[in-house]
């Protein structure tokens, strides 16, 4: 309601539109919250401002309704705007393993986990820097990037990558539980 109240006070304010949106896709009213990421681009568009946040927060929403193409294109929209962010690279590569898009979504997740160079950039054509492994969304990127080369029989490549994740978050049940269900595909993609 307090944003509601500020968007009237200051309508050209795109946080405020994201942070309702926000609250409105917590809230499950979906059409709500794209309304709002939608004032919020529009609003940076008239203002000639190349902000991808209203972007990334579009792709989420359709991404947790399992609209995943346009999810997809929202996060390359974003990516246009900032090229060079290795975090939206993982939100575009999450969006194509849930998708069942796993070729498309090795390079992009390389580029978040590993980094890559211009050449290697099928979006961007730009160098990224890859992600720190500081936190759990960041571990969660790397578990799908080794998932991903888990499930297209890439497991030398695989298996070092989730053992640095493990080592790293050597309590989170989660990470433990994907990190077995890798090594178990892996096993049974090169037995013995």
């Given at each position: 309601e307090q944003y509601l109240k500020a968007v009237e006070i200051k309508p050209n304010l795109t946080f405020l539109y994201i942070r309702i949106g926000q609250n409105f896709r917590t809230l499950q009213v979906y059409n709500r919250a794209l309304e709002n990421f939608e004032?919020?681009?529009?609003?940076?568009?008239?203002?000639?401002?190349?902000?991808?946040?209203?972007?990334?927060?579009?792709a989420r929403t359709y991404s947790q309704l399992g609209e995943f193409f346009i999810a997809a294109r929202n996060a390359e929209k974003a990516l246009s705007f900032d090229p060079s962010n290795a975090d939206t690279y993982g939100q575009l590569g999450t969006i194509y393993v849930k998708s069942r898009n796993y070729e498309g979504a090795l390079p992009v997740l390389k580029c978040a986990v590993e980094g890559c160079t211009a050449e290697e950039?099928?979006?961007?054509?730009?160098?990224?820097?890859?992600?720190?492994?500081?936190?759990?969304?960041?571990?969660?990127?790397?578990?799908?990037?080794?998932?991903?080369?888990?499930?297209?029989?890439?497991?030398?490549?695989?298996?070092?990558?989730?053992?640095?994740?493990?080592?790293?978050?050597?309590?989170?049940?989660v990470i433990k539980s994907i990190i077995e269900e890798n090594k178990v595909i892996c096993g049974k993609a090169n037995p013995s």
């Open positions: 004032k919020a681009a529009k609003i940076n568009q008239a203002l000639g401002v190349k902000d991808p946040l209203p972007y990334i927060a579009i950039n099928e979006i961007a054509k730009v160098a990224i820097t890859p992600l720190e492994l500081t936190t759990l969304p960041v571990a969660y990127y790397y578990l799908q990037y080794a998932s991903v080369m888990a499930a297209l029989n890439m497991c030398d490549n695989a298996l070092p990558l989730q053992e640095k994740v493990g080592q790293k978050f050597p309590d989170d049940p």
